[in-house]
């Protein structure tokens, strides 16, 4: 599928490139939630985390282990998010992986989870339909 990342990518867009490997390509949020929220995407196509291959997985996950206290130390941040929209519903617009890095600071009132408490019995027959597709 051809989204602006592919472009970007491709330098057919131009974007704050902070990062690049064979595989993976990080780049700064053109509307960030704070300074330093970048975007790290796989090079290979994929949607989302239904269909990236393992190995894509893999080298995403490596370069966000590397960027994140990299970019927080550069910003001066004092925590990280580490997070993915995956699928339309979950918030997602740009439908090619990528997770966000996102600099938090004291106060900057960016994310809250509200959290809603499972009801009586709703745990493990939730836990029980998880596992059942595990088999």
């Not at 599928?1 to 902070?18: L, Y």
């Not at 064979?22 to 330093?36: I, K, W």
């Not at 790290?40 to 190995?55: G, L, R």
Request: proline share 7%; aromatic share 8%; glycine share 6%.
């Amino acid at each position: 599928m051809e989204t602006i990342f592919s472009k970007i990518i491709r330098r057919e867009i131009s974007a704050e490139i902070v990062y690049e490997t064979e595989q993976v390509l990080a780049f700064l949020d053109s509307s960030p939630n704070n300074p330093g929220h970048t975007l790290v995407i796989p090079k290979e196509p994929s949607t989302d985390v239904t269909d990236i291959t393992p190995q894509s997985w893999a080298y995403v996950m490596e370069a966000v282990r590397f960027l994140a206290p990299k970019i927080q130390m550069a910003v001066g941040a004092q925590a990280m998010n580490v997070m993915m929209n995956s699928g339309k519903a979950a918030g997602q617009v740009v439908f090619h992986t990528h997770i966000h890095l996102i600099p938090r600071f004291e106060g900057d009132g960016y994310i809250h989870w509200p959290g809603h408490p499972y009801t009586e019995g709703e745990l493990p027959r939730i836990a029980a339909l998880i596992r059942q597709t595990l088999d």
